[in-house]
């Protein structure tokens, strides 16, 4: 009697181990079927199951990182989007200048041109080079930022002489328009950061006030800090900002209805990255005709 009810639970034990490596056998099976699905590009899938055991946690797992594939899919998608767009306007930027130059020169080639528009057709090269000097050089500090590969320094930077230090590259501007500006806060006003990195900032930042302030107009900055932050704010009482562009003008390219014929639509977009990637905030408010405001913020601690 011992020995048939052995038999008989072996007989069991044999079938149950028989027909659950089966069962594992038909798992597996759809899950490297599924698996092969996920490398050929489909991952509309679902797998997740509410059992217990190794199979069920596998499973989960495997559409964990289906779902951040599929992520990282999409974000590349956009990149390439992105990607294309960016060489699209890159290439537009350089046409213009390019197709003058191409213009002058060959007017410049003609022996009988007199020495007057000689002189002008050079210098509107010269002038020509320089913009797609400025537009190069720019484009390579922004694809180093998005890229990460610059280390922005964590030195003391003392706010009164980063402004100074802003004001220098367009102070000739500044006097033919007869502008007037006005900096006021307290000397010991810093925060951490890189001082040379925030100085191209805002001298960018500047670029643009001067060149919607009209004759005469007036640039203010105003620096203060506490336990939070240090904040600067730029204000002039130029064109203004039209109300549909505000939301756009820190991006790439963009150009504005009130923007100049110069304009790249690029020197805004390089202070935001800037300033963002030193754990700072900018923020623009504006009213068409009587000036815009440009509020930075330098947080002391992440946030």
């Given at each position: 009697m011992s020995a048939l009810f052995i038999f008989i639970t072996a007989v069991l034990l044999i079938g149950t181990s028989i027909l659950f490596t089966r069962w594992r056998y038909k798992e597996i099976e759809k899950l490297s079927s599924y698996l092969r699905k996920i490398s050929s590009g489909d991952f509309s899938l679902d797998v997740r199951d509410n059992h217990e055991g190794e199979l069920s946690i596998l499973k989960n797992d495997i559409y964990k990182v289906t779902l951040m594939l599929s992520e990282q899919g999409v974000n590349l998608q956009q990149d390439k989007i992105q990607l294309t767009d960016a060489i699209s306007d890159i290439s537009h930027q350089l046409k213009t200048p390019l197709t003058s130059m191409v213009v002058m020169a060959d007017l410049l080639s003609d022996a009988k041109l007199n020495e007057t528009k000689r002189t002008e057709f050079t210098k509107n090269i010269r002038i020509q080079l320089e913009r797609i000097d400025w537009l190069v050089s720019s484009l390579l500090k922004l694809s180093k930022i998005d890229a990460g590969t610059i280390q922005f320094k964590q030195d003391t930077v003392v706010v009164k002489d980063m402004i100074r230090k802003s004001i220098e590259p367009?102070?000739?501007?500044?006097?033919?328009?007869?502008?007037?500006?006005?900096?006021?806060?307290?000397?010991?006003?810093?925060?951490?950061?890189?001082?040379?990195?925030?100085?191209?900032?805002?001298?960018?930042?500047?670029?643009?006030?001067?060149?919607?302030?009209?004759?005469?107009?007036?640039?203010?900055?105003?620096?203060?800090?506490?336990?939070?932050?240090?904040?600067?704010?730029?204000?002039?009482?130029?064109?203004?900002?039209?109300?549909?562009?505000?939301?756009?003008?820190?991006?790439?390219?963009?150009?504005?209805?009130n923007a100049g014929e110069e304009s790249i639509g690029i020197g805004l977009a390089m202070a935001y990255s800037i300033i963002t990637s030193q754990n700072g905030d900018i923020q623009v408010e504006s009213v068409e005709g009587k000036g815009t405001q440009f509020r930075i913020k330098f947080y002391k601690h992440t946030i």
């Open positions: 367009i102070s000739i501007p500044i006097d033919i328009k007869q502008q007037t500006v006005e900096i006021k806060g307290h000397d010991t006003v810093s925060f951490y950061g890189d001082f040379n990195w925030t100085v191209e900032a805002m001298v960018n930042i500047l670029k643009n006030c001067v060149e919607h302030t009209q004759e005469g107009g007036v640039i203010s900055l105003t620096f203060s800090e506490n336990t939070l932050f240090t904040e600067i704010v730029i204000k002039d009482d130029g064109t203004g900002i039209l109300k549909e562009d505000i939301p756009y003008i820190f991006k790439r390219f963009y150009k504005g209805k």
